[in-house]
């Protein structure tokens, strides 16, 4: 097995629920292995209150967390990304920065959250069922045995991922 810690990018318009709850959830299951990273094409500036909420409750780490442009991974001291998973469809759809590295890239979409309209519960299932989705798909992630795999065959396993539904 690989001793490398391979950079992962989630990309998302606003970077203030989807790709927020897909960094944290990433880095604590593939911590040692991963290291994700999350931003915005037009990032809204702050993480959602109901992102942090969740996220506290699942025991996650949330003190580094904030919402940034995705400009700030096209810069050259910018960590070199191995991924790029856009994980709203807006996002997937626009023209992106050029990843140095030339990183395997993939669509995950899921719905967003934030756009629930409703009584507090019925926002806070939304945000479970986020949560849920996300690491639904980032735990086949986790059991890529990623330095036994070519670019081709790899790219294929990230967009049937991408292609999955979720629970």
Known sequence: MSDK????????TGNSARSIIAESILNQLGAGR?????????????????T??????HHYDVSTLRSKSWDEFAEPDAPKLDFVFTVCDQAAGEVCPFWPGQ????????????QVEGDDATKHKAF???HLEITNRIRPLLSLPL???DRASLQKHLH???????A
């Open 5 to 12: 810690i391979y950079n992962v990018l989630f990309l998302c």
């Open 34 to 50: 991963f290291r994700a990273y999350s931003a915005g094409s037009h990032p809204r500036g702050e993480v959602h209150p109901l």
């Open 52 to 57: 942090l909420d969740l996220l506290q409750r």
């Open 103 to 114: 990183p395997m890239t993939a669509h995950w979409g899921f719905a967003d959250p934030s």
């Open 128 to 130: 479970n069922r986020t």
């Open 147 to 149: 330095d036994k795999l």
């Open 160 to 166: 049937e991922m991408g292609q999955s539904q979720s």
